[in-house]
């Protein structure tokens, strides 16, 4: 079914749905993490206000976490937003790889796509649009994750500061894990060929060694080392099926 902005409301109500169905293993594992967000604004100079502002502005749960813990050091603003920045660059990852199925689609919604979008929600659309040919695809399934997404970040950060002073531990349960086994989730079905697994492995045995460079600048260097072997695998296997269909008269006519 071809689904653009204009597509009856009942199809619509259905693709966003069906986004914010497919959305709900992942807020599972982003509720724990998004209360320990809560509990740690409790333990921080900021008013609870602040930490749900932050949440409703931002919505985006590594750099409020570091941005949390660099106010609480006093850092610098230009420390504070340079430091979010190259934590967040991995969006621009995101976004080049959704533009082919979102470019067709009025500013307006790819503005209000990019504003929910997460590691999460990333995963979710792209699993969607993959299987889907470019430019046929409509804004609701991906709006649908995004939304859903977006309220339960705020319910659960809500949560953590209510409760967060009455729980002064609940850093220490571990919870976090849970937000370390929902990447495990998006990454794993994502490595689907021997280029991918390499880049994935590359990103991730280099950002564990240079975890201990200043503004997670160790972080980005891995992502920037993982897609570099991606494009390099790539581009060998482009060039090795080129000469195949040199090699190969009857598959270089079909």
Known sequence: MKATPAQPSGAALREFAAGA??????????????????????????????????????????????????????????????????????????????????????RRWRWALAGVMTDEVFAVAYAHYRKRVPGETGPYYFFGSGVSMYLNWQLWTLAGLLFGAAFPGLKSLGLDFAMVATFIAIIVPQLVAVRFVAAALASGVLSFAWQGWPYKLGLLAAVLVGVVVGILLTLMENRSRQQNRLKNPKERTQ
Request: charged share 5%.
């Open 21 to 106: 169905r497919d959305t709900i293993p992942m807020m599972v594992g982003a509720a724990p993490f998004s209360a320990i967000f809560g509990t740690l604004v409790t333990a921080s100079p900021l008013s609870l206000w602040h930490g749900q502002l932050m949440s409703l502005a931002v919505f985006a749960g590594s750099a409020q976490f570091i941005a949390v813990e660099l106010i609480a050091s006093h850092a610098s603003l230009a420390v504070i937003w340079a430091t979010t920045l190259v934590v967040n660059l991995r969006h621009v990852l995101y976004s080049a790889t959704l533009a082919p199925y979102v470019a067709h689609l009025p």
